[in-house]
């Protein structure tokens, strides 16, 4: 048994999957440098002074994945549960001592939950454990740190999902149950391995309990039993009815209560909220018998939808484009009242670039589409338009979005002097239901229709310029819309198109792809075919029409979208006459997955893609 490498990691550029201890005395997350595999950070988060961010690296120097549960335990210690197909494996990791084993368990699926408060004795359970496997039923255990095995304490009927604690002890636990097509949730009594319900608002509601204060019984609560899915508050157990106050229900914008004030019993509980629209994030403080909601000054840019509030501050993951991921502590009264905006803001660990530059800053315009404005984050300043090179980027997804944080693929791109263009198109989340519903089954309908009517509106002003059109860039769904967007876009609209993990059509990848893959794409219709003017959405029967430099990069690994993808575009374009290094260039990346982007290695890919996307050389 090897003892972790420790260092202190200020040089980190992404952070996700933050989690914070039940006292709020830590917190961990996954991290990952500019070439670096992914490691856990453990975060001290004192309550004076700033959060300190130490990496745990795996001592044989493998990297995390990005599929890695974490909990941050009082201690200072992660419990790290890694996947790899239906095994997981259990581990704790230290700043102090080796990696401690703890469980091997083999099953579909496993979700951890952090146990509240500080810490407890030393053979206390420190997580609960949530298994599901091939039956609708949820097995739960109990683990404690100590190397002792998982202690089965439940096995619940149907699939349960959330978790919010009632009590302070760690006894009664809130799960939401998804049974008969409808989410209630019930109270779990891990002493007794009993459930009971907690919520039921209507016959055919879906209730969902999101926040809870042990101490007041005071809850928030998510349900469309008003006809709409709302938030709402009430007082748990009590006679008062539940309430939907206006102020709550934003159409168009998703409310997430993320934090209840630590005031103590006696007082009005206030609340923080996250407002998600479009690419950024804000927050909002509520209290009950206000009726509003007071905005708090925050920078622009993007905030984790996670945190937790102490006498220290509120603590929450922040980024914006040039602030790589870090902690953000938050004073909410002086932002509130405080005598500049940002008075009661401070940021620990975030990276400044080592070249003694900055990183790119980007912002947010509206641009006009064919059914309404159309949302994109812009990294190239006032100028973007006229700059020498142009990329138009497309997201993941399909229920994806570019958002105002930090991104190390367009910073590459923006330090190689591209200016880059990353558009929220019809499909993309973050704009109302309505808007991200308009590509269900119509892969590459309403959605090519926005990229395309943004390309011949950029290219023909650039060509007024006398400047090149704009490259496409794409990765995964976005592969597969900006092969369609060069399949069909008119001559000199594009430069050259580059992309990552692409598809071919939403039937190819429903017949190759894995059962959590196929789900995803019946669910949102990507195998339902288009019947208009244009013909079938599959970038096979179009590779004839793709005449301008492409490069093709996939993973042989990929567990989303399989390689042979790729493969049967390059085998078709060769059948057509097409030269290898010459008209398009392929690379396989061998042993990456899906986010080859963000795996260990990555720079020398981004470095391929910024060097093609600004030259479209393909050697």
Known sequence: MSTATVRTAPQALRRLSFTFAGDGSHAACLASGADDGWYVESWRLPEHGEAVPVALAPP????????????????????????DGDRHALVVLSAEGPELPLAAMRLPGLRMLAMPGPAGAAHAPVAVLLGTDLRPATTVWLLAADGSAPREVAELPGLHGGGVWLDAAGRLLALDRVADGMVKTVVL????????????????????????????????????????????????????????????????????????????????????????????????????????????????????????????GLRMPYSAPDRPTALATLDVDALLTGPSPLSGWRLDGSAARGDGGRWQSARCLELAGPAGPVEAVVYGGEQWLSAPHLVLALHGGPADAWRLEFDPALQRMAAQGLTVLAPNQRGSVGYGAEFAMAIRGAWGGPDLDDVLAL????????????????????????????????AHAPAGTVSRCAVVAPFLSGARLLAESSAPVRALTTRLGGDRPIDDARGPRDVLHLAHRLRTPLLLVHGDRDEVVPVGQSRLLRHELLRLGRTEGADFRYVEAAGAGHELLAEEGAAVLHELLAGFLRTGRPA
């Open 189 to 312: 009594d891990l002493e007794l391995g009993t459930v009971t319900p907690l919520l039921e608002l209507g016959g055919s509601s879906n209730d969902r309990l999101v926040l809870f204060d042990p101490a007041t019984g005071f809850g928030m609560l998510r349900s469309d039993a008003p006809g709409v899915d709302r938030l709402g508050w009430a007082l748990i157990g009590g006679a008062e009815p539940v309430r939907f106050p206006d102020c709550l229900h934003r159409p168009g914008r998703l409310l997430r209560p993320i934090a209840l004030a630590p005031d103590g019993p006696g007082t009005e509980p206030r609340v923080v909220l996250q407002v998600d629209h479009g690419a950024a994030s804000s927050l909002v403080l509520w209290q009950p018998g206000s009726g509003r909601l007071d905005g708090l000054a925050v920078p622009p840019g993007r905030l984790g939808a996670i945190g937790h509030w102490s006498p220290a």
């Open 60 to 83: 044989d120097g493998r990297a995390e994945s990005l599929r890695s549960q974490l909990v941050a335990l009082p201690d200072g210690r992660v419990l790290v549960c890694r996947h």
């Open 455 to 486: 390309l011949a509106g950029v290219a023909g002003q650039r060509a007024a310029l006398g400047l090149e059109p704009p490259a496409l860039f794409g990765v995964s769904y976005g592969a597969f819309l900006a092969l369609l967007a060069a």
